[in-house]
């Protein structure tokens, strides 16, 4: 019952500095996104993607990048870290569905990053 | 445009009130989905209920229920008899169905304290 495992949970950079935030599910869901959140903020999507080899911006792409080379996995890379990148971030996914009831989203336990 | 918000930042109540959480949402899709998710002071993002928009029916699970009203694009949550374990932030979210992207736009969220 892994669900969405999203490694590391903790992490502290220095400005400039690069890293890579992994996240895997075992759902075999299409859809996977990238979230974070703020201190006392909600969630802003970063960048989704809605199957292999396909993905796209969210509300705050810049300064990320990612890739969706299989169903699993979802890594997120962080190329120049800033100190307004200081965050939690969250990985989630969802399984396409045209069903009248939806179907939500399964969220990662999180990734702790401080850029200093 | 997808919007949800959450007027309520804060919310303090003691032990054995009731108490309810607003969300207000706006989309242009006749097809759409409604979410409320829990983020106790833990951190992890926990799912509590899914609504279509085909589907007005209010929904009672133990102490929780949902009113979903669309003639005031509304989807307000309410705790009955509130206990101390309930003290987390309470997020609303929405997601489009035909899109096809299934994004999810969550709102600012709502604390909640619970006092004994």
């Known amino acids: 019952n892994a669900g969405v495992t999203q490694t590391p949970k903790f992490r502290i950079l220095k400005i400039g500095q690069s890293m890579t935030l992994q996240c895997t599910q075992d759902m075999n869901h299409n859809y996977m996104y990238w979230y974070r959140q703020d201190p006392g903020m909600g969630l802003k999507l970063i960048y989704y993607s809605v199957g292999a080899g396909i993905t796209d911006k969210g509300e705050v792409p810049n300064g990320y990048n990612v890739s969706r080379s299989t169903t699993e996995d979802f890594p997120l890379r962080l190329e120049l870290a800033a100190p307004s990148q200081t965050s939690v971030y969250f990985c989630?996914?969802?399984?396409?569905?045209?069903?009248?009831?939806?179907?939500?989203?399964?969220f990662g336990q999180g990734t702790r990053l401080t850029v200093v | 445009a997808q919007k949800v918000t959450q007027a309520q930042t804060e919310i303090s109540v003691v032990e054995k009130e009731d108490v309810t959480l607003d969300c207000v949402y706006e989309?242009?899709?006749?097809?759409?989905?409604l979410f409320w998710y829990k983020q106790p002071p833990s951190g992890e993002l926990v799912f509590l209920i899914r609504?279509?928009?085909?589907?007005?029916q209010n929904e009672i699970s133990g102490r929780y229920s949902w009113n979903f009203q669309k003639s005031t694009s509304s989807f307000n949550f309410t705790i009955t008899a509130s206990q101390v374990v309930d003290s987390a932030v309470y997020f609303c979210?929405?997601?489009?169905?035909?899109?096809?992207?299934?994004?999810?736009?969550f709102g600012t969220g709502t604390r909640l304290k619970v006092l004994a």
């Open positions: 989630a996914s969802s399984s396409y569905s045209l069903n009248p009831t939806g179907t939500e989203a399964f």
């Open positions: 989309t242009r899709d006749t097809t759409y989905y």
């Open positions: 979210a929405l997601s489009e169905g035909f899109s096809g992207t299934y994004k999810y736009i």
């Open positions: 609504r279509n928009s085909f589907d007005e």
